[in-house]
């Protein structure tokens, strides 16, 4: 499964050198290069712990082992270091991953080795299913984290379908995974007590995720202080 970024490997490296240089901020080079800050400080990340080579476009998923994500949740909770601190001494590609991994530890979800060699369960071949069935895998997957190499093992469907039918319930609503292809009518006629009933099941995982998140964000936060009241003493 490859990956397009619409910043090409020389202008990420001319930005990465530039900000090493102190000629320009993470801000500026994120309006220069038209992305969000997030992704500069993951170029100057990777640049820093793995060299020029880990920013060129990679052809798969980077494998990450069960025991590495283990003890990098453990060293974050611990308080040995920052997001990106952790980021740097695994050499992990983004803060988002150990966020996720953080989110689904915390939701006491078990970790499990993915990507490179891992990755062939996104190979998973899609089947047909129901719109109820889709309400279900949808919230499932919401509500661990949008971990779909959890919910391809749970559900036997494949990434394509779970990453089509998330976006749309982003975009639309429960509506949106109504399946009308190729039918003059909706496969289902949902009532509106049925409508109620999906929309509360898709809007409980969406909450629960929430919860997991501002956790982790409250952890950071207090981290945060913990660093600054030593640095002053």
Known sequence: MSRKSKVKYEEKLSA???????????QMLANK???GKSSIQKWIILYE???AEAIKPKAQNK???KELKEQAVQDYLKGVGSLWDICK????????????????????????TTGGAGRGIYMTKGRKTTCEERIGITAFCIENGKDYALTIERYG???QQIYSWVKKY???GVKGLSDRRGKAKPESEMTDADRLRAENKLLAAKNKDLEMELALLKKSRN???????RSQT
Do not use: C, F, P
């Open 89 to 112: 001494k695994y050499k992990i590609d983004s803060h988002k991953q150990l966020q996720d991994w953080l989110r689904l530890y915390n939701g006491h979800k078990a970790l499990r």
């Open 49 to 51: 712990s793995q060299g």
């Open 223 to 229: 981290w945060k202080g913990v660093v600054a009241e």
């Open 170 to 172: 982003e975009t639309n």
């Open 16 to 26: 990465v050198l530039s900000y090493r240089r102190g000629e320009m901020s993470q």
């Open 33 to 35: 290069y038209g992305v």
């Open 63 to 65: 494998r990450y082992s």
């Open 157 to 159: 469907v494949s990434y």
